[in-house]
């Protein structure tokens, strides 16, 4: 029998049980400035919710028992390889301007609350009473062979990706080198991918009850709400901390170092941003294919001419000096602009 706890789609105990568990966290990690629990509580709080909903819920249908192991395996795999990473590096570059100030570093937890809550919850929805109460289809239908397929997709690209990057770093004596091997070939951001196709994989199988007409009424709604879950992750590794961070300060900072911007022009060029597709057929592809197809928006490209700060602070002394230098310094800028811009049309 299913166990009722202040709400039928436990959004409440899930939503009580995140705060405790990430301020239990961040208390420890403030008070010894310690950063190597910080996405081990991010990952492992999918795995505690998962257990907690799938033990509630009464009713182990092989749907339910299916995405709880799908959530509870990624949330694992992503905790133990990122604690793993910053044992190996000692501390996290995210928390130098953070980790001192109070606010500033509860304000990453508190975000991380709303992350794991709001992802899990497929599967929190689908192990909920209000769902339960109803019968369910037999598990495999179309719906949950697709999302099984999603899923393995994700996982393999995710943790192979990885694995792939950290064994490339490991190994090269030269800290700026382009990762282009195994997935980065086809992709710069594989394991963002992954983790994207892992979550719609886990909502396939989770709407499934609703999609094929057996829950009805405010659960059936209920269960395709649960979109927002994926829908989130999404925007938050394209839009807020994920690509937005990486592709054009990346490419800022290699133009600026000369960090052998030529190969990374070639490299941004020849392979797609997200979705993985042949280099060999995307460097060959339009610009507009490139910007609406492959997701690689404007906000994401670097623009020497317009993005780069190189002599701009001794633009206005070089003009006062007849203007030489800042002539010589612009006619070079001007050269790799336009070497940037015939590799990547």
């Avoid at 799908?70 to 995210?94: E, H, Q, V, Y």
């Avoid at 289809?137 to 990885?162: H, Y």
């Avoid at 770093?169 to 594989?190: E, L, T």
């Amino acid at each position: 029998m299913a166990v009722h706890v202040l709400d039928d789609y436990y959004l409440a105990i899930t939503l009580l049980i995140t705060i405790g568990y990430q301020l239990f966290f961040f208390a420890i990690a403030f008070s010894l400035k310690f950063d190597k629990l910080t996405d081990f509580a991010g990952g492992t709080n999918f795995v505690v919710l998962a257990i907690i909903t799938l033990a509630f819920s009464g009713h182990h249908h092989a749907r339910q028992i299916v995405t709880s192991l799908f959530i509870m395996i990624w949330g694992a795999r992503l905790s133990a390889f990122l604690l793993f990473r910053i044992i190996k590096t000692g501390k996290d570059d995210r928390f130098d301007d953070k980790r001192d100030h109070f606010f500033k570093f509860l304000g990453f937890w508190i975000f991380q609350m709303f992350w794991v809550w709001t992802v899990s919850l497929p599967v929190t929805v689908l192990n909920s009473p209000n769902v339960t109460q109803y019968p369910q289809p037999d598990f495999g239908t179309g719906r949950d062979i697709a999302g099984v397929v999603l899923w393995s997709i994700g996982i393999i690209m995710e943790s192979v990706s990885d694995v792939q990057k950290y064994l490339f770093k490991v190994k090269q004596s030269d800290k700026s080198a382009i990762c282009d091997k195994g997935f980065f070939n086809w992709s710069r951001h594989p394991n963002y991918f992954g983790e994207i196709t892992i979550q719609f994989g886990i909502y396939m199988i989770a709407v499934s009850p609703a999609a094929n007409g057996y829950v009805r009424g405010q659960a059936y709604k209920a269960l395709y709400a649960t979109i927002l879950g994926p829908f989130f992750l999404t925007i938050l590794l394209m839009f807020v901390s994920g690509l937005t961070l990486q592709e054009r300060p990346g490419a800022k900072k290699r133009y600026e170092k000369n960090n052998h911007w030529e190969k990374y022009s070639r490299y941004l060029n020849r392979t797609s941003i997200l979705i993985p597709f042949p280099p060999q057929i995307y460097s060959k592809l339009p610009t507009i294919i490139k910007r609406t197809i492959f997701l690689e928006f404007p906000i994401y490209v670097f623009d020497p001419a317009k993005h780069s700060d190189v002599g701009k602070g001794q633009s206005g002394a070089e003009e006062g000096n007849g203007g030489n230098k800042n002539t010589d310094s612009r006619q070079s800028r001007d050269q790799l602009v336009g070497e940037n811009s015939s590799s990547r049309n």
